[in-house]
């Protein structure tokens, strides 16, 4: 997946098709130099974060810096700002092209409208992250933002797994049953059928058999962070 992600970002390089983020709004002050302390600490926490996407024999290639890279929040006041201007501005930020080799893949965003209002976003290209991969960083970040700023910085969870050890899994006896686990959810299912126009609109591909999982999850913040 990642190849055929890196073989698009190089034909469209200046798209932001592959962008991928989550967003939350919040309702209280944000301590920039806590937020900056926290993005910091999420930084040598999660190697991903830090790291840079480059091509070896025509493959994409993460190249991760040192522990003590410096990752700062991005952050733009919007003091007059309607509804509508600020969901635009998150947009805005949400699809800007990343230049993945010099700059990496990662970014994290605070939109302020007010002094107790504004909107965290982390937005990440598709190639070393998704949906789920971002919605654990922002939790992870809040907490160690809410630590941070309760001066209980000591009480750090410390990750026991890194992305090197789970890329030793690719070979081993796990992967394979989770390869069987995942014939046994897909074999025998029709493939889907190509686009076909219906009442003068495009219908995406459908297939036959139902999705085990149909609907989107939704959930709610702890109303400490609001």
Same mark, same amino acid.
């Given at each position: 997946?990642?190849?055929?992600?890196?073989?698009?970002?190089?034909?469209?390089?200046?798209?932001?098709?592959?962008?991928?983020?989550?967003?939350?709004?919040?309702?209280?002050?944000?301590?920039?130099?806590?937020?900056?302390?926290?993005?910091?600490?999420?930084?040598?926490?999660?190697?991903?974060?830090?790291?840079?996407?480059?091509?070896?024999?025509?493959?994409?290639?993460?190249?991760?810096?040192?522990?003590?890279?410096?990752?700062?929040?991005?952050?733009?006041?919007?003091?007059?700002?309607?509804?509508?201007?600020? $969901?635009?501005?998150?947009?805005?930020?949400?699809?800007?092209?990343?230049?993945?080799?010099?700059?990496?893949?990662?970014?994290?965003?605070?939109?302020?409208?007010?002094?107790?209002?504004?909107?965290?976003?982390?937005?990440?290209?598709?190639?070393?992250?998704?949906?789920?991969?971002?919605?654990?960083?922002?939790?992870?970040?809040?907490?160690?933002?809410?630590?941070?700023?309760?001066?209980?910085?000591?009480?750090?969870?410390?990750?026991?797994?890194?992305?090197?050890?789970?890329?030793?899994?690719?070979?081993?006896?796990?992967?394979?049953?989770?390869? $069987?686990?995942?014939?046994?959810?897909?074999?025998?299912?029709?493939?889907?059928?190509?686009?076909? $126009?219906?009442?003068?609109?495009?219908?995406?591909?459908?297939?036959?058999?139902?999705?085990?999982?149909?609907?989107?999850?939704?959930?709610?913040?702890?109303?400490?962070?609001?």
């Amino acid at each position: 997946m990642q190849q055929v992600l890196w073989f698009l970002y190089k034909m469209v390089p200046t798209s932001g098709a592959f962008n991928i983020g989550v967003a939350l709004r919040g309702r209280s002050a944000i301590a920039l130099d806590v937020l900056a302390a926290a993005v910091m600490v999420t930084a040598e926490r999660h190697p991903p974060v830090r790291t840079s996407i480059t091509e070896m024999d025509g493959k994409p290639t993460p190249v991760t810096a040192e522990h003590g890279m410096t990752t700062t929040p991005s952050v733009r006041n919007l003091p007059s700002a309607t509804d509508e201007e600020l $969901r635009r501005a998150v947009y805005v930020k949400f699809i800007t092209v990343f230049a993945l080799r010099e700059e990496g893949a990662f970014r994290f965003v605070l939109l302020g409208r007010a002094r107790i209002e504004s909107v965290l976003l982390i937005r990440g290209h598709h190639i070393p992250t998704d949906a789920t991969s971002n919605t654990v960083l922002m939790g992870g970040l809040l907490d160690v933002y809410d630590r941070l700023a309760h001066n209980d910085g000591n009480t750090l969870f410390t990750p026991t797994a890194t992305y090197a050890g789970e890329a030793e899994l690719l070979p081993s006896d796990r992967a394979e049953r989770l390869e $069987r686990y995942r014939r046994g959810l897909y074999d025998g299912l029709l493939a889907a059928e190509l686009p076909q $126009r219906a009442n003068g609109a495009d219908r995406g591909p459908r297939c036959a058999a139902q999705p085990r999982y149909r609907h989107h999850a939704t959930g709610r913040c702890p109303a400490k962070y609001f």
